[in-house]
């Protein structure tokens, strides 16, 4: 019961109901079933919600006591506790893999949360964590059409991703691993990026590059972030993080036609295709996944041989000998109309059907 | 290269002499090939805009043989109604000449490739300005009627 409510804390606070999520958090810190390392945590997210100095350092100091092995708890208390830290400046991001951020207490150790990603049809990319059991985000042009990858984590553990689910349309991949963040990273509270402000686009090594939301007059849909930046180290895919040291989105190496500048994408549209793949597990229907257009194919599930989304062989059929299999057609027919001509269910495009190509009168 | 693996594996020599010759028909259609390099697994690759349209060139190996391939990506595919896309996507290939339509994962490519034996510079720029036409011009219909999104673009 404590960890559900601290759950629903958490996502509150991730969400950007700093308030509620604060509440239910002092809820499932009254129960005693909460053991010391879940409560140190507990005041961590506590402490982000807290604004006022004094407030956030109580908050560690009852993290670090709770649980005197929570180095990150500890490292931060640090930080507040030395002085001149508030006024930090915003640039020695490089190396210590912290994210810049003027309130240091508000900073965390971002290497735990970053990673390396190798093995795609490009060059390394970097990835971050965006679930608390292992799902790392990077971008589809990193990950490529690959089924694994080979991630390795700040502390050396070089890990299998599985891939799971690609977003081509967003140009976001997600990658399961077998490792934990110590927590998610806190994510901005706005819905959109303040024009012009400063942000921040995380190499693997921890280098930064800085930069600023560009404002621009193109209408654009709201999960594409416009940014000053131009030259990343890689091939993209690691976090962007704001001046509070907040997740604000994925830096990817999309541009608009008429300049270079590249569009990150945002935590919330990230968050949403998460949510959207982990609700397509839970729902217990098998399947399976396509590296040629990232679906979650049913017909796989199946042990069918196409992408029922894309039509793209998939990978267990890749090497069989294949044969038509008329249970499957159902998931392939796109149309419940069905040809005037030819009887065919593939469907009628510009009044012309896609199977016969005959006009339909 | 993408789409195909050379079977044998020619000499770095005979690769280089191959990768020289592109360089300089590049030089020669206004192209710095040094800045249009790209990290490929085996032979060498280039690539750079021409008019809207990014244009890659490839040397690969096949089976002891040295070509040219030359290829745009246009769009990545859309989320739904693909049949249609594809319908005309074989139809349009049927038109087009000198070059093919071709889907790798979930991009659209427009795709030519010849021996580099015999190859000059004047008919490697006519390739060039082909495909650069032909992406130019299929892109933004592509888009306009099924969706999806200019290749890398927002
Ligand atoms: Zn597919």
């Not at chain 2, 993408?2 to 079977?7: H, I, L, M, T, Y």
């Amino acid at each position: 019961m404590p960890f559900r409510t601290l759950q629903l804390g958490i996502d509150a606070i991730q969400a950007g109901s700093a308030h509620e999520g604060a509440r239910l958090i002092r809820i499932a810190l009254k129960h005693d079933e909460l053991p010391a390392d879940m409560k140190a945590i507990a005041l961590m997210w506590l402490a982000e919600t807290e604004a006022n100095p004094t407030g956030k350092r109580n908050y560690y100091t009852q993290a670090v006591a709770a649980d005197p092995n929570n180095a990150d708890a500890r490292a931060r208390l640090m930080r507040l506790m030395s002085p001149g830290s508030v006024t930090a400046p915003a640039q020695q991001a490089a190396a210590t893999a912290q994210p810049a951020a003027p309130q240091a207490g508000r900073s965390i150790n971002l290497a735990e949360h970053v990673a390396s990603v190798v093995g795609g049809a490009r060059g390394a990319g970097s990835g971050f964590f965006v679930s608390q059991d292992g799902l790392i985000a990077t971008t589809r042009r990193v990950a490529g059409a690959k089924e694994r990858l080979t991630v390795d984590l700040h502390d050396g553990r070089q890990l299998i991703g599985l891939v799971v689910r690609a977003y081509p349309e967003l140009d976001l991949t997600l990658i399961q691993i077998d490792a934990a963040p110590p927590f998610l990273m806190p994510i901005v509270p706005e819905p959109r990026v303040a024009d012009e402000a400063a942000l921040y686009a995380f190499h693997y090594t921890g280098e930064a590059v800085r930069g600023s939301q560009r404002p621009t007059r193109r209408v654009l849909a709201v999960h594409w972030i416009p940014t000053t930046i131009k030259q990343l180290k890689d091939e993209g895919g690691g976090p962007l993080i704001d001046e509070r040291g907040m997740l604000a989105g994925m830096i990817t190496k999309n541009t608009s036609q008429t300049s270079e500048y590249y569009y990150a994408l945002s935590i919330q549209a990230i968050r949403a295709c998460v949510e959207n793949y982990q609700a397509a597990l839970a729902s217990g229907t098998r399947r399976s996944y396509c590296p040629a257009c990232g679906a979650s194919s049913i017909a796989g599930g199946q042990g069918y041989f196409y992408c029922e989304t894309c039509g793209g062989t998939l990978p267990a059929a890749m090497h069989i000998s294949r044969y038509p299999i008329p249970q499957a057609a159902v998931l392939y027919e796109t149309s419940t109309t069905r040809c005037t001509k030819c009887a065919s269910a593939a469907g009628i495009y510009q009044s012309k059907c896609l199977r016969c190509g005959q006009g339909q009168y | 290269m993408v789409f195909k693996r050379p079977a044998k594996k020619q000499t770095e020599a005979d690769l280089q002499s191959y990768a020289s010759t592109v360089a300089q028909i590049l030089l020669n259609i206004g192209i710095d090939p040094q800045q249009a390099a790209m990290p490929v697994q085996q032979g060498y690759g280039w690539n750079f805009k021409r008019g809207s349209a990014m244009v890659e060139i490839y040397i690969a190996v096949h089976e002891g043989v040295g070509y040219l391939q030359v290829l745009s990506p246009l769009i990545e595919l859309p989320q739904a109604n693909l049949l249609p896309l594809y319908r005309r996507l074989l139809e349009t290939n049927l038109q087009i000449t000198a070059a093919a339509l071709g889907i790798h994962n979930d991009v659209v490519y427009v795709f030519h490739e010849r021996p580099l034996e015999g190859l000059d510079s004047q008919e490697a720029s006519n390739i060039i300005n082909m495909i650069g036409a032909y992406a130019d011009d299929l892109d933004d219909k592509l888009v306009q009627e099924f969706g999806g999104r200019l290749y890398g673009r927002i």
